[in-house]
């Protein structure tokens, strides 16, 4: 069997090598990071969820199949993760009116890069209204536009990582381009 990098990574982890797992956190904290503060728009839940993962993967790495690719593995673990949250939180993530978040915080969570130009200016601004509409729209559909755009996922790793059927997950994004449009034209862009 040929292995990735992750899994030489976790290899190595198993065998006693700590640096590695450092190794494996400095890779995915950002991706990690990146997705739960997108779910739970709070930047210090999202820290806390962070840590919380990384330490559940540590404790359970063992189990680990290497037959499977160990990102949807690992972001299989941190969906759930996110999700026990939302719902033990609903009433919170669900609040359209949320201004927790600031502007500020959003462009610092997504690694953002300030350069000259008008141009570059109108498409942050774009983008950012964009994800500010994302964040509005239910979490059953968010969730999936996130793992498929923010974090570049396959539709069959986005279905084994929120068990669902590739289908539904078609549908489901499907659905949330139709809500984002509806959303966008409502509020007078793109006409």
Known sequence: MVLDDDQ???????????????????????????FIF????????????TQDFFIKIFKILAKYNFEY??????????????????????????SLDDDSVSQKQMLKSENYVAEDGFDKLAKEELKEYIWEVVD????????????????????????????????????RIFKAKEILKTEIENDGMFK
């Open 69 to 94: 690719k160990f990102s949807t593995w690992a972001y299989r673990i941190c969906y759930n993760l996110v999700i026990d949250y939302v719902r033990k939180n609903q009433a919170y993530i669900d």
């Open 8 to 34: 030489v990574l976790i290899k190595k982890i198993l065998e006693g090598k700590k640096s590695s797992f450092e190794e494996l956190m400095k890779k995915y904290n950002k991706k990690i990071f990146g």
């Open 136 to 171: 509005t729209i239910p979490v059953k559909y968010r969730e999936l536009i996130l793992l498929r755009y923010l974090q570049g996922l396959k539709y069959d790793e986005i279905a084994s990582i929120t068990e669902l059927p590739v289908g539904t997950v078609k549908n």
């Open 38 to 49: 997108r779910m739970v728009r709070d930047e210090e839940i999202a820290i806390e969820l």
